[in-house]
Structure formats: C-alpha cells, structure tokens
C-alpha cells in the first residue's frame, strides 16, 4: 500500500468513528468497544482495583469520559506516565426538558439551548437528528442509562427567507431562542407534550413513563467524506475534537509500553470549560494516577518521582490559514492542512508549550517522520484554552498542546488534511513505544 492509500485509508477509519459518534455519550461507548475487543478490562471507580504488570485497563466517568492505560510488563522499571489528552464533546444544541413548543395549532419545534461556541448559521438548512442518553430506574431502585440515537432525517432550523429579511447577507445577529429551534412535524388535535419522549421511548425499547431523565442534543446528518481536486481533504461533522480522539485511540491500541505507563484519556465538556466531575478540570485524571500508583504497590514518594518524570500531549484541533482569510492567521506561523502535526503556543499559558515540551513534541515527529509546524494566535487576537493547561494544575507534568489543522471549526461541518489524521497515529505511537 502506497502513502496515499494509507492515508486515504487512515482518514476513512477515522469518519467512520465520527459517523458511529453523534454524542459525547456514543464517542465513548465506541472507544469501549474497541478496547474491550482489544482485551482491556474495565474498572469500576466506586470498586477497588486490582492491576497487574502487563495488564490492559479503563475506567469511564459519566459515560461521557474514559481513561484508558496499559502497564509495562516490568512494573519495577517504571519511569512515570506518558500521557495524550482530548476530548468526546463538539459544540451543538442541548434539548431542553420540555422541548415541545406548539406554533399556530400547525407545527411543533423544539426547544434548545446552546452547548458550546458554536457558528449558528452554519445549523440553517441541514438535516439533523437527536442523539443522547436517557436514564431509568432498574429493579433494585437503582438509575441505568441507555444511549439513544434516532437514526433518521428528523429536525430543520430554517432560514427565514430573504425577502422576508432583506439584510440578511449584510450580517445578522442570530438568536438562539428564536432563531435556532428546529422543525419537528406538524401539530395535530392533540397535546404535542412529550411527542419527543414517546419517539426516544419507541427507539429505546421502553416506555415514555421509565424515563426519568435525559441528555439528549443536536446532530447534523451530513455524513463525512474525502474532498477536493485530489482527495486532499476530509470532510465531517466533529472532527475538533474526535479526529483527535481517534488518533490517539489507534496508536494506543497498536502501542505496547516499555518503562511508562502509556495513558489514554478523552475528557467531556471542553467545550463549556471542562469544570464539571468529568471534564479536564475534575480530579478524575489525579484519581487515576494516584489510584494506579497505589495498586501497583508504589508508596507516595514514588508516584511523585513518576509524576515528575511524566509528559502529557494536550491533543486538541488547530486553526489552519484560512484560504479566503488569510489575514487572520499570525504572520509567522502560519499551519497548512496536510501539512502536519501543529504545535500551539501562547506566551499567557492558555497552551502549555513550553521550550522543553516543544522540543521532545518536535523530537518525537522527527523520529517518526512526520511533519509538524507551529501556530500562535495574532498579537491582537485572543485566542482559546483547551486541556493541557487545566489538566496539568491537577496532575503537574510537563505538556505539550498540539492539534490537527483545520478549517471552520466549530461549523456544523468542517474540513482538515487527508494526511494529518496518520500523521498523529505515527507520532502517537512514537510517544507511546518509548
């Protein structure tokens, strides 16, 4: 196989992931299901653990974030943890409560709110779906949940029509609560109240009254797909940030650790600042270390030397110069899609690279033969964190914020390099054979 094919080939795998993931909830589920048909076993955080040199685990918090490791066989020759971060959540539309809204006796919406930064306009006009998780009693009194997925062309947010609002391409200012709420059918006689539920019930195999609770969002049904003159790009829904959680995935599974601990975690909630119990910003990553150190027998005086000696990749997507924008990007670094593994800079620390990290980032592309290049925001323009800078104020370890270049992001839809996707893969794996 040629380099094109395999990086055709890569990208394909990769779209085929995101199209399996349409929430946070079913990113997760996915990343389980690969790691359980590679032999790791999960662990429960309200049980003990018992791990074992060589031994392949994850653990999940909330359905929505997972952190998988894998112990080297030697567990007397071990150095500390090697570390790749990202994230399951994109941003989209978070379905409200009581969703259904009755228009004039002849149509139903859907009542939503924003989850993320995302660009409005870019959710006029595209089928969309819903995707989520609900929760239930079980029969011993407990709650379960269960993924839902309505796999059918469902919802439309229409524009309103151009003669209708005549400035329409002179920029206007949408709002979410009147704007953005999506068409679901047409009103008949009777109450609308709970026309949802009774669907996601249908759908789930259960009935409207066992649903105690949901979290259900927004997804676009644009399936993804290589583009362009040559097949240079990949179009897709989510690829900020579950083309990075892919990656990572892959080299992960294909890696084997010699003198780390080889950690793999893919946090919810960046997209709303990561500070809930199972975003960046919780102890969840703290309580993995400390509680994999104390499993394997390690006394505290020695998970500090491992945490000392430990490095974290902060894998998050980044902008890419922009074809018709070109002003916006910095004048200096300046990142090409296809033109590989970007690494971010910020003088303030919202990304965590520093001269060291960048220099064992930049170390390990050129050890696996693959490109990398660099980004800053303009002097002028004030850019965004992502999770190495709040990952590292709980676990304080040496980190590196890189991404994957890429066009539109926070679109409904948006575009990066056919080549980059198994450009991460290799450098990952480089990482993790250490």
């Known amino acids: 196989m040629n380099n094109i094919e395999t990086y055709r080939q890569t990208a394909q795998e990769m779209l085929t992931f995101i199209e399996k993931s349409p929430s946070c909830y079913h990113a997760i589920a996915n990343i389980k299901e690969t790691l359980s048909a590679q032999g790791f076993q999960e662990l429960a955080e309200k049980k003990a653990w018992e791990i074992e040199a060589g031994g392949k685990y994850y653990v999940t918090r909330n359905d929505s974030s997972i952190i998988a490791f894998q112990i080297p066989e030697n567990a007397e020759a071990i150095k500390g943890f090697h570390m790749i971060a990202s994230h399951s959540d994109s941003p989209t539309f978070k379905i409200k409560e009581e969703p259904e809204i009755k228009v004039e006796g002849k149509y139903v919406k859907l009542n939503?709110?924003?989850y993320g930064g995302m660009i409005l306009s870019t959710w006029l006009d595209r089928v969309l779906s819903v995707a989520g998780r609900i929760a239930m009693q079980d029969e011993k009194g407990g709650i379960v949940t269960?993924?839902?997925?309505?796999?059918?062309?469902?919802?439309?947010?229409?524009?309103?029509?151009?003669?209708?609002?005549?400035?329409?391409?002179?920029?206007?200012?949408?709002?979410?609560?009147?704007?953005?709420?999506?068409?679901?059918?047409?009103?008949?006689?009777?109450?609308?109240?709970?026309?949802?539920?009774?669907?996601?019930?249908?759908?789930?195999?259960v009935t409207a009254?066992?649903?105690?609770?949901?979290?259900?969002?927004?997804?676009?049904?644009?399936k993804g797909r290589i583009i362009g003159n040559g097949g240079e790009f990949v179009f897709s829904p989510r690829l900020d940030d579950l083309q990075c959680a892919f990656t990572s995935l892959k080299a992960f599974t294909e890696s084997t650790p010699a003198q780390y601990i080889n950690v793999c975690a893919v946090f919810d909630n960046e997209e709303v600042g990561s500070s809930t119990m199972q975003g960046a910003n919780s102890?969840?990553?703290?309580?993995?270390?400390?509680?994999?150190?104390k499993a394997l027998g390690a006394d505290k005086a020695t998970c500090l030397q491992w945490i000392a000696d430990s490095f974290l990749i902060s894998a998050d997507n980044a902008h890419a110069v922009h074809p018709n924008h070109p002003e916006k990007a910095d004048p200096t670094n300046?990142?090409?899609?296809?033109?590989?593994?970007?690494?971010?800079?910020?003088?303030?620390q919202k990304y965590t690279t520093d001269a060291v990290s960048a220099a064992k980032m930049k170390s390990l592309c050129k050890a696996a033969e693959v490109p990398y290049?660099?980004?800053?925001?303009?002097?002028?323009?004030?850019?965004?964190?992502?999770?190495?800078?709040?990952?590292?104020?709980?676990?304080?370890?040496?980190?590196?914020?890189?991404?994957?270049?890429?066009?539109?992001?926070?679109?409904?839809?948006?575009?990066?390099?056919?080549?980059?996707?198994?450009?991460?893969?290799?450098?990952?794996?480089?990482?993790?054979?250490?």
């Open 112 to 114: 939503t709110e924003r």
């Open 146 to 205: 269960k993924l839902v997925h309505i796999d059918e062309d469902l919802l439309v947010i229409p524009n309103l029509a151009v003669h209708m609002n005549r400035e329409m391409n002179n920029g206007f200012a949408y709002n979410a609560q009147v704007d953005m709420l999506p068409l679901f059918g047409a009103a008949g006689e009777e109450d609308c109240k709970g026309a949802l539920l009774e669907k996601i019930a249908e759908q789930a195999g």
């Open 209 to 222: 009254e066992e649903i105690l609770g949901h979290d259900l969002f927004l997804y676009t049904r644009e």
């Open 283 to 293: 102890t969840l990553l703290e309580d993995v270390v400390w509680r994999v150190g």
């Open 334 to 348: 300046r990142p090409f899609m296809n033109g590989g593994i970007v690494i971010k800079y910020n003088g303030n």
């Open 373 to 434: 290049q660099t980004f800053a925001n303009r002097s002028d323009s004030v850019g965004g964190s992502t999770l190495g800078n709040i990952s590292t104020a709980h676990v304080s370890v040496s980190s590196v914020d890189i991404g994957l270049p890429q066009l539109a992001m926070h679109s409904a839809v948006e575009t990066a390099g056919v080549k980059d996707t198994e450009y991460a893969v290799k450098a990952f794996k480089e990482f993790w054979k250490e």
